[in-house]
């Protein structure tokens, strides 16, 4: 009979390994570690649990009333992005609190696990293909959009973990958004562009980084558009457009890696709202097909 070592030891390797799974398939997760307990609580420090967005479950961290109440703080750490302290301490009543018989306390760390960036172009054209390029060495998981099939294509967008050719409004109208999502509208046209940026402004949640091609003149049109049809002054702003840091240059592979520094910069939450004055009033030149 293998010793309870021997087992809680395989147990922790098969949700460590659970969890190198999920980023590889670009799935968020939440790991739950136990830090520290003590009394009778059948959770020792190093127990861990993996929760997956899509719902599968790896380890324990004790069961019942505990592993509940860890699960419920999983699914939230996975819906906000933040990961958590839970704290039930003996001195506050412990395990008692949550209608546990066992005495003592326990800390849980609920570990968000990021499956790195995911980045949506919408639009195949000469910028959106340097876009993927230049995102995917960057480190963002691309998904390329386009309702033209010869150019949303493998072959064609090879740096793209995925390819979808198909109508560029409704996809993004069932897309979902959140803290590792970005999103890149470089389309053939204005009408496209604005259709699929209406529709990613009603995601919930919304994605962390909005950025929409076009000169001045052409944001400007969009966002009289927006306020008319009643999206609020915070929406609007959230909108990077137009989009890129204003580094000069205009080739497609120049503007795709404007729009990655400024992806990057708004990941690490740097400021850069004084170099994006120049384009209120310059804009940038429409950049492809």
């Not at 390819?163 to 389309?187: K, L, R």
């Not at 969009?222 to 890129?244: T, Y």
Request: glycine residues 10%; aromatic residues 6%; contains cysteine.
């Amino acid at each position: 009979m293998p010793s309870l070592e021997r087992t809680v030891s395989d147990m922790m390797i098969e949700t460590l390994r659970a969890a190198v799974q999920a980023a590889a398939a670009s799935k968020k997760a939440a790991l739950i570690t136990v830090v520290q307990s003590s009394g009778s609580t059948p959770a020792k420090p190093g127990f861990k649990m993996l929760l997956t967005e899509d719902g599968y479950l790896a380890g324990t961290v004790g069961g019942g009333a505990l592993e509940q109440l860890a699960l419920e703080v999983a699914r939230r750490v996975i819906e906000t992005g933040r990961s958590e302290l839970v704290a039930l301490r003996e001195e506050d009543g412990g395990l008692a609190q949550i209608g546990m018989a066992c005495q003592g306390g326990i800390e849980l760390f609920v570990e968000y696990l990021s499956p790195g960036p995911k980045l949506y172009i919408y639009g195949a054209g000469h910028v959106g293909i340097a876009l993927a390029e230049a995102a995917a060495f960057a480190g963002f998981s691309v998904i390329l959009v386009d309702d033209r099939p010869e150019l949303a294509s493998p072959d064609r967008a090879p740096f793209a973990r995925e390819t979808h050719a198909c109508d560029m409004v409704e996809f993004a109208a069932n897309a979902t958004g959140g803290p590792d999502t970005y999103v890149a509208i470089v389309t053939r046209g204005h009408a496209f562009d604005e259709q699929v940026l209406k529709q990613v402004l009603h995601q919930d949640p919304l994605p962390h980084y909005i950025g929409m091609m076009g000169s001045a003149h052409k944001v400007n049109t969009c966002v009289d558009h927006l306020r008319s049809e009643g999206f609020s002054e915070e929406l609007i702003e959230r909108v990077h457009a137009p989009i890129g840091l204003p580094i000069g240059g205009d080739t497609p592979r120049e503007i795709a890696i404007s729009i990655v520094a400024e992806m990057i910069a708004c990941r690490y939450e740097r400021d850069i709202g004084k170099v994006r004055e120049l384009w209120r009033t310059e804009g940038r030149p429409k950049g492809g097909p």
